[in-house]
């Protein structure tokens, strides 16, 4: 763990790493929040309401802090979170270097999927599915990681990847990350974009 450390902090210097949480935010044993605390370098998007589903005030609460665009951004979303850290991305507004999509929600769920893009992305995509997610089933985990053209990470059954299913340090997330920023720097040094996998 102690290398996976050591190779997020070195690259923190080239890219600046975004928690978006999803609906209600990330308590303090969830990953997202064990993962802040873990590491000095993240960043974490704040807003007034967690608690209600509006996907332009996500995506608004990412704008405001990626506006210094000091060093391109590696979203790490969950849940709605990930569904918000995907408008932001297909908007090509912001400089964003890659996504880290972790139990990403079903669009349909919150009346979104008009807002969520239904194609590549443009950067390097990584999506952690489960099997028995109630926020999305793995059959479209699978669908919406092809039309995004991102990697898809099967975690098996882990619920929705949050606290409540036992997803609290989670090292293997950090790993996860880590292979993503390698890919993320292997396309800056070649120029070109192509599924993280």
């Known amino acids: 763990m102690l290398e ?3 190779a997020l902090a070195d690259a923190s210097a080239r890219y600046r790493f975004v928690l978006v949480p ?26 007034r309401n967690w608690n209600d589903p509006d996907i332009e005030a996500w ?7 990626l506006t210094d665009r000091s060093r391109p951004a590696i979203l ?17 507004t912001h400089a964003v270097a890659g996504l880290m999509l972790v139990a990403p929600a079903e669009p349909a769920r919150f009346e979104v999927e008009d807002r969520v893009p239904t194609g590549d992305l443009g950067v390097p995509t990584v999506v952690v599915a489960s099997h028995n997610d109630p926020v999305m089933r ?16 099967d975690v098996g059954e882990a619920g929705h990847i949050n606290a409540e299913a036992g ?18 720097d292997a ?3 070649s120029g070109t974009h192509a599924r993280a996998c």
Do not use: M
């Not at 929040?33 to 370098?41: E, G, L, Y």
């Not at 995506?59 to 802090?65: E, F, P």
């Not at 793995?138 to 990470?153: G, T």
């Not at 997803?167 to 993320?184: D, S």
């Open 4 to 6: 996976v450390d050591a």
């Open 22 to 47: 999803g609906l209600y935010d990330s308590g303090p044993e969830h990953w997202q929040s064990r993962w802040q605390h873990r590491h000095a370098f993240w960043d974490r998007i704040t807003q």
């Open 59 to 65: 995506i608004g609460a990412i704008r405001r802090l």
């Open 76 to 92: 790490v979303g969950h849940s709605f979170g990930a569904l918000a850290s995907c408008c932001l991305a297909g908007d090509r």
């Open 138 to 153: 793995f059959s479209r985990a699978i669908h919406w990681s092809n039309a995004w053209h991102a990697e898809l990470v």
């Open 167 to 184: 997803f609290g340090p989670w090292p293997f997330g950090l790993h996860v990350l880590r292979k993503l920023v390698l890919h993320i």
């Open 187 to 189: 396309e800056a040094r």
